[in-house]
């Protein structure tokens, strides 16, 4: 239990230090000044500042966070009027602070942490690609089990026995067995198998008309064999990006699934989880490894980068959303109805997250497992 709760903690951590590490390179990049660039959460244990950035160790043993000169919680930005003349921050301090820079200036700080969640993930997958490698469908298909009676029995199949051909035509997939045998019930069909001992064979089956559901035209269960598939270092990164670019949009599916979902059946749907079910798949998978725990971050990772780039105000594609529309009517939106809208954005993200929660604690009382078996 407690490894688990340390490298859950320590998964969160990584996601969103890589996240705020996106906002305080690009903010460098522009000349912004960085106020502070937070460890954890406040309040603050202790602090050290290296020329004009604070950087301190939090209290709250989650994530981190970057305080922009002249950025408020609304994202318009705006400076404190100081108490004394000599704190009057000058022309130059002005043009340093956030609110100051061109518009894509601030575009691009902002969308730079969605941009690091995502490079994250692609750099993980790209190592585990070429380092560990990836399981993937291998091109032989064997027989697992056989129904006593039914036709594979009868024509002397036997486990173990690896499908070659049906009908001279080459097998590479379970899924070609089972729509062949479909398409030609009670036709004589001629397979060519190789046993276990490396001896080619050819058997002759008639998948029957009539059968149990849950036995087959063939009465056989097969399955395909599976590889590891390691990619050159050079090459991984392109077949990284490319997985990522997959992943990224399952889950963009999915959570429009869990808005339809939430909004027409009021329910969470299947295999949705929040910190307490993400904390209980982290025990999982430490259980299963390294290269499970870093797949997981990769997953988290592009979920992170995802949800933080929807135009939802409180996050990062809310300030985008209001950056955009400064840009298209050049003019700053006003503070206080910004300030309001992210307010309200939090209240809803807070409330989901609440609602995801009481899920997972349902689940967990009801002794649902958090992945599907």
């Given at each position: ?247 990224t949009w399952l889950i963009a599916s999915g ?26 798949l982290t025990g999982v998978v430490v259980g ?83 992945l599907p078996k």
């Amino acid at each position: 239990m407690l490894v688990t709760i340390i490298v859950f903690l320590v998964i969160l951590s990584v996601l969103v230090l890589v996240h705020e590490a996106g906002h305080f390179f690009v903010a460098k990049l522009f000349g912004i000044k960085v106020e502070e660039f937070g460890f954890g959460l406040p309040p603050r244990a202790f602090g050290k500042k290296f020329g004009e950035t604070l950087y301190s160790l939090n209290w709250l043993p989650i994530g981190g966070f970057v305080k922009l000169y002249g950025e408020d919680e609304a994202g318009a930005g705006k400076l404190q009027i100081p108490n004394s003349k000599s704190e009057i921050p000058s022309s130059k301090e002005i043009k340093r602070a956030f609110f100051a820079k061109p518009i894509w200036q601030r575009f691009l700080v902002v969308f730079a942490g969605v941009f690091m969640n995502f490079v994250l993930a692609v750099a993980i997958i790209s190592v585990l690609f070429s380092v560990v490698g990836v399981p993937m469908p291998g091109n032989k298909v064997t027989v697992n089990a056989i129904v006593k009676g039914a036709p594979a029995d009868k024509a002397g199949l036997k486990v173990g026995d690896t499908i070659i051909s049906v009908d001279k035509t080459s097998i590479t997939s379970a899924e070609q067995v089972v729509a062949y045998a479909r398409n030609h019930l009670g036709e004589k069909l001629t397979i060519k198998i190789q046993t276990p001992n490396s001896k080619f064979q050819i058997v002759k089956i008639a998948p029957r008309k009539v059968y149990p559901a849950d036995e087959g035209p063939m009465g056989i269960a097969i399955s395909q064999n599976v590889i590891t598939q390691k990619y050159p270092w050079y090459q991984a990164p392109f077949v990284g990006t490319w997985e990522a670019l997959k992943e990224t949009w399952l889950i963009a599916s999915g959570l429009v699934m869990l808005v339809i979902q939430l909004f027409t059946k009021g329910i969470v749907p299947q295999g949705v989880a929040g910190p307490i079910g993400i904390a209980e798949l982290t025990g999982v998978v430490v259980g299963l490894g390294p290269s499970a725990v870093l797949s997981l971050v990769s997953l988290l990772s592009l979920n992170l980068a995802i949800i933080n780039v929807l135009p939802i105000p409180a996050l990062d594609g809310g300030r985008l959303f209001f950056i955009l529309i400064e840009g298209v009517f050049r003019k700053k939106v006003n503070q206080e109805i910004e300030g309001y809208a992210h307010m309200i954005g939090m209240i809803i993200l807070l409330g989901l997250i609440a609602l995801i929660t009481l899920h997972d604690l349902f689940r967990i009382i009801t002794g649902q497992p958090i992945l599907p078996k």
